[in-house]
């Protein structure tokens, strides 16, 4: 199952100052979440989705704002949920994926 925030409630994402956090230069609003894949899309101002695979038993919700470093690192890195107040070790996977391939990548990445 997906959960996914609907466009009407959807929040465009801001730009704002991370202080203690270094340079996080992303910022974005968690559009969409399958559970069972542990698989997060987070919806950017400028960029698209970006697709992560959370790696723990994260507390992440559709709503919350994310940032991190830039929009060209794969692999094992480190995201900061704003809303939380966490660091998250997250496997980013995709970046600058459309909403047309939104549900196709949260399935099948």
Do not use: A, K, N, T
């Given at each position: 199952m997906i959960a996914m925030q609907s466009?009407?409630?959807r929040r465009a994402p801001q730009r704002?100052?991370?202080s203690g956090h270094g340079e996080l230069t992303m910022i974005g609003i968690v559009r969409a979440i399958n559970r069972?894949?542990?698989m997060v899309a987070i919806l950017t101002e400028e960029?698209?989705?970006t697709i992560i695979?959370?790696?723990g038993d994260?507390?992440?919700e559709v709503g919350d704002r994310m940032c991190w470093k830039n929009d060209t690192g794969?692999?094992?890195e480190t995201y900061t949920n704003m809303t939380k107040q966490k660091n998250l070790n997250v496997y980013a996977l995709h970046h600058w994926v459309p909403a047309s391939q939104l549900r196709?990548?949260?399935l099948t990445s």
């Open positions: 466009r009407s409630s704002v100052i991370v069972p894949r542990r960029h698209g989705h695979e959370f790696l994260e507390d992440i794969l692999g094992s196709q990548r949260l």
